[in-house]
């Protein structure tokens, strides 16, 4: 079976995570879905931010949670993935400032000419705890994206989160990150019939039994961040539905090689 290949914060090994022009440049790819990572400003805007903090992305120390959108809007969040790209004519042009916006991003991919699937994850701890799930149900909504079919899932390693997303919209497509092999029998035990697995390929690497198990589970897994032939290869061997990369046009390569271009 030929997993979805979803784009890890974009085209982020060779652009800048989480800015337009990543998300841009793995649609033009031809990834079939997104994954972004979320977290509320202080003026309760959803961004697209994997850190709490902004030191490795936007040079500063400044905390998101703590951080109004218009202060976010000055930074530079894209020079940091290529600060030489003055002097090498082969790197990739992006020219942005300020933060991306999930509505930004949901916008795009609403406009787009194919279907696009979006993987969005909600970051935890966090000061403003079920408030980010209440905000992102909400704007869900706005684009009559809360029920049964539409291109969104929400990913968590937060069981918590995950339980209150379920009771905003239970349509909505949840999965359950998780890197631990020792949470498995937990979780096993407690998350809905319906969720999705979301382990990570080091996890998978390294315990065997773990991958067993999850097989004899039964459930569909989403895998990240699967980078390399040999991830790609143990994520075929297991029968995974997604694998969420950060080269999403180098893993399509490898598909294509294997099954077939894609239409």
């Not at 968590?156 to 020792?182: G, H, I, M, W, Y």
Request: hydrophobic residues 40%.
């Amino acid at each position: 079976m030929r997993p979805q290949v979803v784009a890890h914060r974009g085209a982020s090994h060779d652009i800048a995570e989480h800015t337009l022009t990543a998300y841009l440049e793995a649609i033009g790819t031809g990834a079939g879905g997104l994954e972004c990572d979320v977290r509320l400003t202080a003026d309760g805007h959803l961004v697209c931010v994997h850190d709490r903090d902004l030191r490795r992305t936007a040079a500063t120390k400044g905390i998101v949670s703590t951080m109004d959108l218009a202060e976010l809007n000055e930074l530079d969040f894209a020079s940091w993935k290529n600060p030489w790209s003055d002097l090498d004519d082969e790197a990739p042009e992006v020219d942005e400032r300020g933060v991306l916006t999930l509505r930004k991003l949901l916008e795009t991919v609403a406009d787009h000419d194919r279907r696009i699937e979006l993987a969005i994850e909600t970051k935890h701890p966090t000061r403003y705890g079920g408030l980010v799930e209440k905000r992102l149900v909400e704007m869900l909504r706005d684009f009559g994206w809360d029920r049964a079919g539409a291109p969104v899932r929400i990913m968590s390693f937060s069981f918590t989160a995950l339980q209150r997303v379920e009771r905003l919209a239970p349509e909505v497509q949840l999965v359950q990150l998780f890197d631990k092999p020792n949470t498995w029998p937990m979780l096993r035990r407690v998350i809905g019939d319906d969720w999705v697995l979301g382990p990570g390929i080091a996890m998978l690497r390294d315990h065997p039994r773990l991958r067993a198990s999850l097989l004899r589970s039964g459930r569909d897994i989403h895998v990240w961040t699967v980078n390399t032939e040999a991830d790609l290869q143990l994520c075929l061997d297991l029968g995974v539905k997604a694998v969420i990369s950060d080269r999403p046009r180098y893993v399509l390569d490898l598909l294509d090689s294997r099954f077939g271009v894609a239409e």
